[in-house]
């Protein structure tokens, strides 16, 4: 099975800050990463696909990179709406997995 | 609008079993694959089982193989998760969430409570 690692598990930041999370997997699975974002009591979200690749409605801040075993979520300037849980997933081959979660909090 | 309502959630007794639905609307439920994902409470996401838009193919995690099985009916909009010998770490929030590799979009939940 794929393991997913991501940092920092929590991360404090302020409204206008860039921030940005990292997610490293055990293998190599190209750009089959996903990332989602939860707030509390919520379902998740689909923020990026494809490591880059912006979901329909999700805002310009929101950008990905990366590829093979190394990516990043990157939110360019914070905003109050952005303070939640966001989550790496791997989609490369069953079974998916998922990161260990980053809250970015105030 | 998609929608997906996830139902049969509850409190079981270890050893038991408990059937959760999930039921879809605003899309064309057959032309989908289907997933179920966890999350204990406090903890993060789990991947749990998936199902093919033809039904023919299923995948488990590796905690839930063997006591879960995922099923759809397609006449009825449906998705299912029949879980067996059930765990004090099968607790938790069950989402469905739609996709054959992305999930979205996702259930509200349903919560199921493994305790004597």
């Known amino acids: 099975d794929i393991q997913m690692t991501q940092s920092p598990s929590t991360l404090s930041a302020s409204v206008g800050d860039r921030v940005t999370i990292t997610c490293r997997t055990s293998q190599g699975i190209g750009t089959w990463l996903a990332w989602y974002q939860q707030k509390p009591g919520k379902a998740p979200k689909l923020l990026l696909y494809g490591a880059s690749s912006l979901d329909t409605g999700v805002p310009s801040r929101f950008s990905g990179s990366g590829s093979g075993t190394e990516f990043t979520l990157t939110i360019s300037s914070l905003q109050p709406d952005d303070f939640a849980t966001y989550y790496c997933?791997?989609?490369?081959?069953?079974?998916?997995?998922f990161g260990q979660g980053t809250k970015v909090a105030i | 609008e998609v929608q997906l309502v996830e139902s049969g959630g509850g409190l079981v007794k270890p050893g038991g079993s408990l059937r959760l639905s999930c039921a879809a609307s605003?899309?064309?439920?057959?032309?989908?694959?289907m997933n179920w994902v966890r999350q204990a409470p406090g903890k993060g996401l789990e991947w749990v089982a998936a199902i093919s838009s033809s039904g023919t193919y299923t995948y488990y995690a590796d905690s839930v193989k063997g006591r879960f099985t995922v099923s759809r009916d397609d006449a009825k909009s449906s998705l299912y998760l029949q879980m067996n010998s059930l765990r004090g770490e099968d607790t938790a929030v069950y989402f469905c969430?739609?996709?054959?590799?992305?999930?979205?979009?996702w259930g509200q939940g349903t919560l199921v409570t493994v305790s004597s």
């Open positions: 605003g899309f064309t439920f057959s032309s989908y694959g």
């Open positions: 969430a739609r996709g054959h590799q992305l999930l979205q979009p």
């Open positions: 997933q791997h989609y490369h081959s069953y079974p998916w997995t």
